[in-house]
């Protein structure tokens, strides 16, 4: 196997792609809107969904995320995410090989320890993961194996404010957090490190901004709409993310029905809630599939879900401990509980005593846990997000 690809290798350097294409017997006359890779996205909140993406969509993507993060020539990247992910299948195969940078494979992100030996080893720039994975690292790498790196970027899930310091005080790097979706191959948004002014006192552009997914990639264009009526919104108000640009997929795979539902003349719904500053930085607020409608107040998960980690130290946890999810209410339509599996013999107690160490750090009553349900474990993906859709079904079966 090494022989045939040390060959073809050669033969790509020195062979047109037309003649390649014809010794590998591959059909003339492709366009840039043919099928290149089939992804699912993660199912977290439903059935899981076919997305084609196109050899227009990944190219773009790759250029996007290029011009974004502009890595030394002969950088090494380490690819260990899955590539059924579209995190892993765009950013750590085809941006690497693509942008000509040099790629250490390992076939799984659980390994921390491993990992780390080969970033260590190959004197690896730049590292991707899920903020799941990077509580593995917290937990079991000595910080002179990352050395070399120059960038952590992360995605997929929402990098708590705590995991990202605690990681910067052992690593000496802060993780830059991004964006995507599957449907926008994936990447929109990333955060990077802050430029050097050549001179001092004179002003730059700032690179990042702490708590958000960072600025738009080159040719992403984005409207904010009123969650409840659709309208267009300003940028500056929380609502759903709508995005358009040559990343952005045409459609699932054999269900006109759902695509009509989420792209509108190029126009994709992402489900996600957010808003943008003045400098162009967006914040993710959440799913709208993550939020309740409390007493007519919309109530976002993730956000009651940080307080309560924050509230109990479970920040620098290695998996997940709790999870918050909606259950139904008579009064106010919907109520706010805990899927806990933290050991304890006085759940009643323990609600009364969390709501007001919550109202205390500044939560409103409303976004106030009613009930803890313990379960054996928080349902996650193997990406590392939450299983939203275990989660409700655990709290129905409750």
């Given at each position: 196997?090494?022989?045939?690809?040390?060959?073809?290798?050669?033969?790509?350097?020195?062979?047109?792609?037309?003649?390649?294409?014809?010794?590998?017997?591959?059909?003339?006359?492709?366009?840039?809107?043919?099928?290149?890779?089939?992804?699912?996205?993660?199912?977290?909140?439903?059935?899981?969904?076919?997305?084609?993406?196109?050899?227009?969509?990944?190219?773009?993507?790759?250029?996007?995320?290029g011009t974004r993060l502009a890595l030394p020539p002969g950088a090494?990247?380490?690819?260990?995410?899955?590539?059924?992910?579209?995190?892993?299948?765009?950013?750590?195969?085809?941006?690497?090989l693509i942008e000509g940078?040099?790629?250490?494979?390992?076939?799984?992100?659980?390994?921390?320890?491993?990992?780390?030996?080969?970033?260590?080893?190959?004197?690896?720039?730049?590292?991707?993961?899920?903020?799941t994975f990077l509580r593995g690292y917290m937990r079991r790498v000595d910080p002179e194996l990352f050395k070399s790196l120059a960038y952590v970027v992360t995605g997929a899930e929402k990098l708590p404010e705590s995991l990202a310091r605690a990681f910067e005080e052992k690593f000496g790097?802060?993780?830059?957090?991004?964006?995507?979706?599957?449907?926008?191959?994936?990447?929109?948004?990333?955060?990077?490190?802050?430029?050097?002014?050549?001179?001092?006192?004179?002003?730059?552009?700032?690179?990042?901004?702490?708590?958000?997914?960072?600025?738009?990639?080159?040719?992403?264009?984005?409207?904010?709409?009123?969650?409840?009526?659709?309208?267009?919104?300003?940028?500056d108000k929380a609502g759903v993310i709508w995005l358009k640009g040559p990343n952005v997929f045409a459609g699932y795979l054999d269900?006109?029905?759902?695509?009509?539902?989420?792209?509108?003349?190029?126009?994709?719904?992402?489900?996600?809630?957010?808003r943008m500053d003045d400098d162009g930085f967006l914040y993710i607020e959440g799913r709208i599939s993550r939020f309740s409608k409390i007493a007519g107040e919309m109530v976002p998960h993730e956000t009651v879900e940080a307080a309560v980690n924050k509230a109990l130290g479970l920040d620098n946890e290695a998996e997940r401990k709790i999870a918050v999810v909606g259950i139904?209410?008579?009064?106010?339509?919907?109520?706010?509980?805990?899927?806990?599996?933290?050991?304890?013999?006085?759940?009643?107690?323990?609600?009364?005593?969390l709501r007001y160490k919550l109202m205390d750090a500044g939560i409103p009553s409303l976004w106030c846990p009613r009930e803890i349900i313990p379960v054996d474990e928080i349902p996650v993906l193997a990406s590392g997000k939450l299983d939203i859709k275990a989660c409700e079904a655990l709290a129905k079966g409750a």
């Open positions: 196997i090494k022989k045939r690809i040390i060959r073809w290798v050669i033969l790509s350097r020195i062979l047109p792609a037309s003649v390649i294409g014809k010794i590998l017997g591959l059909a003339h006359g492709g366009h840039g809107d043919d099928e290149a890779v089939l992804l699912f996205t993660s199912g977290s909140s439903g059935e899981p969904k076919g997305v084609p993406l196109s050899h227009r969509n990944l190219l773009a993507n790759v250029c996007q995320f090494r990247l380490l690819g260990c995410l899955p590539l059924f992910h579209s995190f892993g299948c765009t950013v750590t195969l085809w941006y690497p940078y040099n790629l250490v494979t390992y076939p799984s992100p659980l390994e921390p320890k491993r990992l780390a030996e080969l970033i260590a080893q190959h004197k690896v720039h730049l590292l991707l993961a899920t903020p790097l802060l993780p830059l957090e991004g964006y995507g979706l599957t449907e926008t191959s994936p990447a929109t948004n990333v955060n990077l490190p802050e430029p050097e002014s050549p001179d001092e006192g004179m002003p730059v552009l700032p690179n990042q901004r702490f708590g958000s997914v960072g600025a738009f990639l080159p040719g992403v264009a984005i409207r904010i709409a009123n969650p409840a009526t659709g309208d267009p919104s300003t940028l269900r006109p029905d759902l695509t009509a539902e989420v792209v509108v003349d190029g126009w994709f719904n992402t489900g996600d809630i957010g139904a209410d008579e009064r106010k339509g919907e109520a706010i509980a805990i899927l806990s599996c933290i050991s304890s013999d006085t759940i009643q107690q323990e609600v009364v005593d």
